[in-house]
């Protein structure tokens, strides 16, 4: 495990986070929204966001690039929890977006190695 890059894992997913965020708050501005479709739109950024963590996570490491990729998309994970019980977002399930954040992280991880 290389400490570097899981924070860059993480570094690369915290700015991936902000900008779907920044594009869904731009949407929701624009259009009227349904809840059911923000929740989609969320769950389909964490998948993105925590894959594409792990992939940068995987790329910087000498070795390990699944257990990188792991904790990159589990810190992610935690931030995210963390951040929705502040803002008062709906947090849902924080066992089932730690597992997602840590499977997608993985995912992302073995797909750096891979290609």
């Known amino acids: 495990m290389r400490l570097r890059a899981v924070g860059r ?6 700015a991936m986070a902000v900008l779907l965020a920044l594009g869904l708050a731009v949407a929701a501005d624009r259009t009227p ?3 059911s479709i923000v929740a989609a739109a969320l769950w389909v950024a964490r998948v993105g966001v925590g894959t594409g963590a ?3 996570a995987g790329r910087a490491s000498d070795s390990g690039a ?3 990729g792991t904790l990159a998309g589990l810190t992610l994970a935690v931030v995210g ?3 929705a019980a502040e803002t008062g977002l709906p947090l849902g399930s924080v066992g089932l977006a730690l597992a997602a954040g840590a499977f997608f992280g993985a995912l ?3 797909l750096a190695v891979m290609g």
């Open 66 to 68: 699944g257990l990188n």
């Open 54 to 56: 792990g992939w940068f």
């Open 9 to 14: 894992g993480v570094a690369v997913g915290l």
């Open 81 to 83: 929890s963390l951040v």
């Open 108 to 110: 992302g991880g073995f």
């Open 33 to 35: 929204l349904r809840a």
